[in-house]
């Protein structure tokens, strides 16, 4: 008796652990479905995924190869060769002695050199190759900003879709409260023009409710592309970030700071540069070329000939080329016209760069007078719309006033919210085109 109810009371504290745990796990299911992510989360997911900003820092690895390769062309290059020979047969046939061609000869050689003069090409190409480093950092930085501006509008997208959805509930709610009033009135006066309002009404919560279904089905494509860009939950909730403060820089001093900014300009700056050394590279390589060499060589033959021996030697190479056929004036040539090509590039940047400025900024104060005026639409459509559905309540105003107000109130809301986002989304976009994007922090 006393075993059986001391194994009761061990099911009970079983029963009682595995209830804690259940609890604990559905708490933590919970709070991981509840996680809200936020527009520096979206970022990150972005960073972390994205195959742009893959593809730029494998252009990065690349250039830090690029210069352990130049370098190597300044370092001592040590060779060593190694070769077994057999023969069917000894020459001259039938003799000991001085012969010169063995039945087996083992060959071995260590050669040692080092570049002395190379007509300049060799240190262009190792600040070639730092130009071409920070340029892939640059670009790097480009892709990262790219990234961050499609994030955004991405990000906003979702917010502006939500926002859309509640705007098309809150109208469908105030049409079927209207479609109420109208029954109750056609139900107590039965007149035609009471029959007609109630057909109106009914025909208005159909709309509305065709607005919500597409508001509804805009807020899945909304999260679709951000998920496809930050792989965020489909289903994820997003914070609302903190209002961003409109820039207060003039036009002349933010086009200034883009050009100081700008990391595709910096590139682009870097790619004249790099050209202008290409044109050192091209005419170095038709200049004479001195190497300093030595090493030893080890030859054993069977049976022995007299070129058997370990040899030591050392000296200079030179190499001069004499006659080309006009061979390096062309390649002179192009590498000049690249270089020129690179410089144009370059100033066609600058020019793009400043216009980008410019339409970021007029877009920017553009939309920033419309959400002050929309500002103003919304207050006075909402008193409007309270004033209306009062005296439409007293039956001092017909349906169609009430329809009317209700309509200029889901226009105003609507341009409220859109005005909204869009000037966020419009300065994340005029901070992008004066490179401060993402370098804030």
Not at 234 to 258: C, G, N, R, S
Not at 292 to 304: I, N
Not at 324 to 334: N, P, Q, R, T
Request: charged share 25%; glycine share 4%; proline share 2%.
């Amino acid at each position: 008796m006393i075993k059986s109810k001391g194994l009761v009371k061990m099911t009970r504290i079983h029963m009682t652990v595995f209830a804690a745990l259940c609890c604990l796990l559905t708490v933590s299911t919970a709070l991981a479905t509840d996680k809200v992510y936020t527009l520096e989360d979206a970022y990150a997911g972005a960073l972390g995924t994205s195959e742009f900003m893959k593809i730029a820092e494998e252009g990065v690895i690349q250039s830090d190869d690029r210069i352990d390769q130049a370098w190597s062309t300044l370092y001592p290059h040590l060779n060593l060769s190694s070769s077994f020979i057999r023969y069917n047969d000894t020459l001259p046939r039938n003799s000991t002695t001085n012969l010169f061609q063995p039945l087996e000869q083992v060959q071995t050689a260590l050669v040692l050199t080092q570049t002395l003069y190379t007509g300049g090409r060799t240190l262009a190409a190792l600040r070639t190759a730092n130009k071409m480093r920070e340029a892939s950092r640059s670009d790097l930085s480009v892709a990262k900003q790219d990234i961050f501006i499609r994030v955004s509008e991405a990000y906003y997208g979702v917010l502006k879709a939500q926002k859309s959805v509640e705007i098309s509930k809150r109208s469908l709610e105030r049409m079927e409260h209207h479609k109420q009033v109208t029954e109750r009135e056609a139900s107590t006066r039965k007149t035609k023009a009471n029959a007609s309002a109630l057909l109106r009404a009914n025909t208005l919560v159909s709309q509305a409710r065709i607005s919500m279904i597409r508001a509804q089905d805009g807020i899945k494509v909304a999260r679709e592309k951000l998920n496809l860009l930050t792989k965020l939950p489909v289903d994820a909730q997003i914070a609302e970030p903190h209002l961003l403060d409109q820039p207060t820089d003039k036009l002349d001093d933010l086009k200034a700071l883009a050009l100081k900014n700008r990391d595709d300009y910096a590139g682009s700056k870097l790619n004249s540069n790099i050209a202008e050394e290409n044109v050192t590279i091209v005419r170095g390589s038709h200049y004479p070329q001195i190497y300093a060499e030595a090493g030893f060589t080890y030859l054993d033959s069977y049976p022995m000939t007299l070129m058997d021996a370990t040899t030591y030697y050392g000296g200079l190479k030179l190499s001069m080329p004499l006659f080309e056929g006009g061979l390096m004036k062309a390649e002179v040539s192009e590498a000049k016209s690249k270089q020129r090509q690179a410089e144009l590039a370059t100033e066609l940047l600058r020019r793009s760069i400043e216009s980008d400025v410019h339409e970021a900024y007029i877009n920017l104060q553009t939309v920033a007078s419309v959400l002050e005026t929309a500002k103003l639409q919304m207050e006075y459509a909402k008193t409007n719309f309270d004033a209306v559905e009062g005296m439409f309540g007293e039956g001092l105003v017909p349906s169609l006033s009430l329809i009317d107000a209700e309509q200029a109130l889901n226009m105003a809301e609507r341009e409220l919210v859109n005005a909204t986002y869009d000037q966020q989304v419009l300065i994340l976009r005029l901070r992008k085109s004066i490179g401060k994007l993402g370098k804030e922090a």
